[in-house]
């Protein structure tokens, strides 16, 4: 048995879904653990270009069984797109389960997101406006609808009119803004759960039985450390646990199940959205990054903020998630700059410092420390071994590696699944 784990180690849009696809192919199971669909997981295969944001990454291996974890946010009206959506190319969707715990992203979160970003003005987080944050805020408060809840009419309509009840008031009483009426967001869902009622079951148990069988498991992670509601630059973070830890919580499993865990990162530094960045490139160099690797959002197609691979986040990364292997991607793009920088510490109040600080107001006035690198300016998409990478790109990966003290394990130089080394 093998349970591996795939996370983001900086903040999200690292290129875990080409990697989830790729170690899917060996896996039994793949599970979703957090986050909603704020997620945006691009896989490339055969040419074919897959965006997903709820289905795991591995539903294009047919025969794989995916679940959408109990820590996963669930907007039923994407779900049933992304489903048919994948049918339509082909996909075939029976083996996918949604666990009876996930909590459902009603209309009034949604609108909650938008009027309470707009309400932030130049304070705003930059949030997908998804409504991910206070469907959160409603599972921790205990007033949120789960999928149990959603798929029993009775108890459904009861939570419903009990939620709008306040919802309502604050929508319009707080924000100014349009409350729901009760019985058209029941007709709406009452739709979605005819539909979604055959997937939905206690995946808790799938995944005890799976276990204990000695299937080969694979968790795939959305967004990323640096958007951890704990570990993260908060509050410009998500309001789930993308750590490693939050596979315990998020799917059911006790961490002694968890064998390997792989941290995926760029060559490069991305991030959408507000928020402290120290190695941004907000210049002619971070212009270059986001045309070269074509660094525009999956999700909301907004522009990321590009600048250079900071090795304290991913030290951090490290220790926070537990990593036994580093995963990256975008080898080809950065090689394509004639100069790399790498961020090897901070300097803060004149003092060198390898740490990441929480108070955004430390973090501030952190200056990055770079150590300065060739480009490796040849075409290296069709390269498959470690030993015929030019040795530019050699020298940059081995001070990665020494500066984190995590072996790199993958090396991607392109967006199709094939473009991978695995190093041996
Ligand atoms: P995720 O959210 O972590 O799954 O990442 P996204 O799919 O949002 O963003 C990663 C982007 O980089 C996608 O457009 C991928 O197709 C692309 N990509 C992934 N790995 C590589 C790579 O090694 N080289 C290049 N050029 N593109 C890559
Ligand atoms: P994947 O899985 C990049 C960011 C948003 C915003 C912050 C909070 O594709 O790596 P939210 O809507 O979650 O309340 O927004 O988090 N964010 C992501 N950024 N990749 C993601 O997912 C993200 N998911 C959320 O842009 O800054
Ligand atoms: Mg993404």
Sequence with gaps: MATRVVVGTQWGDEGKGKYI?????????????????????????????????????????NGKTCIIGNGVVIDPAVLLREIDELNDKGINTDKLLISDRAHVIMPYHKELDELQEKFRGSNSLGTTKRGIGPAYADKTERCGIRMCDLIDADLFKQKVKANLDVKNLIIEKVYGGQGFDAEKVLEEYSQYARRLKRYVTDTNSVLFNAIEEGKDILFEGAQATFLDLDFGTYPYVTSSNPVAGGVCTGAGIGPVFINEVYGVLKAYTSRVGAGPFPTEQDNEIGNKIRELGWEYGTTTGRPRRCGWLDTVMIRYAAKVNGLTALAINHV??????????????????????????????????????????????????????????????????????????????LIGVGKEREQTIVVT
């Design 21 to 61: 696809d790729m170690l899917a192919k060996n896996s039994d199971i793949v599970v979703r653990f957090s986050g909603g669909n704020n997620a945006g997981h691009t896989i490339v295969a055969g040419g074919v270009k897959y965006a997903l944001h709820l289905i795991p990454s591995g539903i294009l291996h």
């Design 332 to 409: 080809d793009t950065i090689g394509k700059l004639s100069k790399i920088k790498l961020c090897r510490a901070y300097k803060k109040d004149g003092v060198e410092i390898s740490h990441f600080p929480a108070s955004l107001k430390e973090l501030d006035k952190c200056e990055p420390i770079y150590e300065e690198f060739d480009g490796w300016d040849t075409d290296i998409s069709n390269v498959r071994t470690y030993g015929e990478l030019p040795e530019n790109a050699r020298k940059y990966l081995s001070r990665l590696e020494e500066l984190v003290g995590v072996r790199i394990k």
